[in-house]
Structure formats: C-alpha cells, structure tokens
C-alpha cells in the first residue's frame, strides 16, 4: 500500500485515523466474539440437557409403545397413531442476540391423547400415544437449540475472520503506511535542514567578503 499512497501530512493524518477506526473495531469485534463464546457455551450445556431429555422421553415413549402392542391390539395402536397425528404448529419467533438472528420457538400446549376413550382404545395406548407427545416436544426443542447453536458457531467463525483480518493484514498495512509517509516526510525535512543550511552558510560567507572588500576600499581611501 506504501507505493499507493501519496507521502503527505494529509495522508499521514488520515491514516492515522484509519488507523483508529480499525483498531477499534478490531477491538469492538473481539468484544463480541467473547460474548458469543460465552453465549455458545451456555448453549451447549442447554444442546447437552436437551439431548440428554429426547433420550429420556424417547424411551419412555418406546416403553410405553411396547407395552401398549402386549397389551392392546396392533389395529388400535394404529387407529389411535392416526387419529393423533397432523398439523404440529409452533410459535416461532426471530431474536437477536449479539446481532445474530436465532430462532425462539414456544411449544404450545398440546392436545391430550386421553381425551379417547379407555373403551374403544386401551390405557396402555393413550399413554403411549401421550409420551410419544412429549417425544416430538423434546425433538422441537432440541431442533430450537442445536440451530442456536450452529448459527452463533457460524457467528464466531464469521467473527474471528474479520478480527484475523484486521490486525493481520489491515491493521499492519495501514502501519507500514504511517512508517513510509513518516519516513519520506522525515528525509524531506532532513534535506530541507541541509538546503536551509547551505544557503544560510552562503549568505554568511557573502556577507564576510562584502565587509573585507568594504574594508580594503576604506583602506585604500586614507
């Protein structure tokens, strides 16, 4: 970038400036990677009890379907599978958090499966049907934190490049920048010392012969 810039006092202030800005917001982004760092891990720990909660509720919910096949007939474990299933909505919102875009999902009640009858489709169905219920329960909230998750993992990454960029390739460029004008302003003050110098010595020098000559000619007068 030397051999671009014009070796002024102008540039050098304005790369002084340039300077500040990037660093600045070299230090603005660090700011914010630690943030998201800390939010990632927190997450993490919500991924794991999420995880650790579907393996939980999924086997219950395969005890109870189990269960359910030995006691009750397989047609009215189906009938009751189909009469449950449809339409799973959920409320999903957008937050922001640190300026990243994650989704928030409220799971909304859900709609017993006792509300059959135990005459027509056995207890042991119904609760298999309830816990299968919180299954899809557990799976949307794994599905809400794990997409958290990766989004502010992608943030970080996103992050950490631009920080890299900065004070590995802007931040040093912009400095070499300051050390070149710095340096081209310094040998052209250093010349002009020199310059000033010389002329200044010359006119001494002039001035000395001037006053001899002058004293020779009063000399020569008396």
């Known amino acids: 970038m030397a051999g671009q810039i014009s070796p002024t006092r102008s540039a050098l202030l304005a790369s002084k400036a340039s300077l500040k800005t990037a660093t600045g917001g070299a230090d603005l982004l660090k700011r914010k990677r630690d943030a998201l760092i800390g939010e990632f891990f927190a997450l993490v720990k919500d991924a794991l009890a999420a995880?650790?909660?579907?393996?939980?509720?999924?086997?219950g919910a395969y005890t109870s379907l189990f269960g359910a096949?030995?006691?009750?007939?397989?047609?009215?474990?189906?009938?009751?599978?189909?009469?449950?299933?449809?339409?799973?909505?959920?409320?999903?919102?957008?937050?922001s958090i640190y300026g990243v875009k994650v989704p928030r999902i409220n799971i909304p009640e859900r709609q017993a499966a006792t509300n059959f009858s135990p005459i027509t489709v056995g207890a042991r169905t119904i609760q298999a049907a309830t816990d299968?219920?919180?299954?899809?329960?557990?799976?949307?909230?794994?599905?809400?934190?794990?997409?958290?998750l990766r989004r502010i993992g992608e943030e970080i990454k996103k992050t950490s490049r631009r920080?890299?960029?900065?004070?590995?390739?802007?931040?040093?460029?912009?400095q070499d920048d300051i050390r070149f004008i710095?340096?081209?302003?310094?040998?052209r003050e250093r010349e002009e010392s020199f310059r000033l110098k010389k002329i200044k010595a010359k006119l001494e020098r002039d001035k000395e012969e001037q006053n001899a000559q002058a004293g020779q000619h009063g000399t020569a007068a008396d």
């Open 163 to 174: 920080v890299n960029a900065l004070e590995q390739v802007v931040i040093p460029g912009i």
């Open 132 to 148: 299968f219920g919180g299954v899809m329960e557990a799976i949307v909230k794994v599905a809400a934190t794990e997409t958290k």
């Open 69 to 95: 096949k030995a006691w009750d007939s397989p047609e009215a474990v189906e009938s009751l599978s189909l009469a449950s299933s449809g339409d799973y909505a959920v409320d999903m919102q957008i937050e």
């Open 51 to 59: 995880r650790e909660q579907l393996g939980g509720v999924s086997r």
């Open 182 to 187: 710095r340096g081209v302003l310094d040998q």
